[in-house]
């Protein structure tokens, strides 16, 4: 049974720094891109970045480059998501997701991904 455990969310004035943790358990040996995903309230969930299984490769939104990083651990157990110089509207829940397919280039559509954790809430505040 594959599940997905987030951890690292809280409380942090604008400009601050967070690093959110996805613990990975029952994947496949190898997998596609895993990342994170965000949703404010009243809002869509949407994507925010993601990393391949050889950690070779990493997508951001474009509202996040330049702040936030995302990285996998050598056991690619775990990833990663750093993310500095937040905003108010970086405030959302963050979702860890992995998708099972091994693709070229991932796709940003939550509903392609396949397995997901239960969220932690961040909070910026200004």
């Known amino acids: 049974q594959v599940q997905l455990v987030e951890s690292g969310g809280g409380l942090v004035q604008a400009g601050g720094s967070l690093r959110l943790s996805c613990a990975a358990s029952g994947l496949p040996f190898i997998y596609g891109y895993m990342g994170w995903f965000r949703q404010a309230p009243g809002k869509e969930r949407d994507f925010v970045a993601v990393?391949?299984?050889?950690?070779?490769?990493?997508y951001y939104t474009d509202s996040v480059k330049g702040r936030f990083t995302i990285s996998r651990d050598n056991a690619k157990t775990t990833v990663y998501l750093q993310r500095n110089s937040l905003k108010p509207e970086d405030t959302a829940v963050y979702y860890c997701?992995?998708?099972?397919?091994?693709?070229?280039?991932?796709?940003?559509?939550?509903?392609?991904?396949?397995?997901w954790g239960q969220g932690t809430q961040v909070t910026v505040s200004s």
């Open positions: 990393i391949n299984w050889s950690g070779s490769r990493t």
């Open positions: 997701a992995a998708d099972r397919q091994l693709r070229s280039v991932p796709v940003v559509a939550a509903n392609e991904y396949d397995y």
